[in-house]
């Protein structure tokens, strides 16, 4: 299993390092070509306009439209999910939209920068998953097909539809496995409803 992580800015080793535990080959995608092969693709938390724009600049953003079209998966974490929505509230950002959603960024605000806090994660099995959120933003709604997996208090702080994959916290920051785990079992295609 190849897996790649967007090496544009952001949390880029600690993603890397996750997915090599979890059991992947790990590539880190710099341009389009880094692309070819890869059956999964982790875009990290970082700031989102910052590694939007790049993205558009290094002729990323097609170039990941094309191979999720061709059937690789993606995981977008917290900056990494902001790039996957539809709706962004009041930004007109660059972006994939590749998942019907709508989300607000640093949703938390100036006085809870960051948190962690343990959140049940369906589909994961044991204890619950500790959920480091970081300027975080809040999936405030989805559409049709795109699937709850857990909740923050209420907010929806994980989402998937198909091979495409949303947190609004940073799974790499804990030594837990288990999401990266899921992802890559997601991408091995074991599981592709949707
Ligand atoms: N606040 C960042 C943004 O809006 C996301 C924060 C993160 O990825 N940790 O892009």
Redesign the pocket.
Known sequence: MRAGVLDIQ?DVAEHARALGEAGAEVVRVKRPRDLEGLQGLVIP?????TIGLLMEEYGLMEAVRRRVAEGMAVFG????A?LLATDIVGSDQPRLGLLDMRVR??AYGRQRESFEEEIAVAGIEGPPVRGVF????VIESVGPGVEVLARHRGAIALVRKGRILAGTF?PELTGDRRLHAHFLALAAGGDAAG
């Open positions: 952001g938390g970082g700031e989102s306009t974490t917290c900056a990494g902001i960024r640093n970081i300027r975080a933003p940073h």
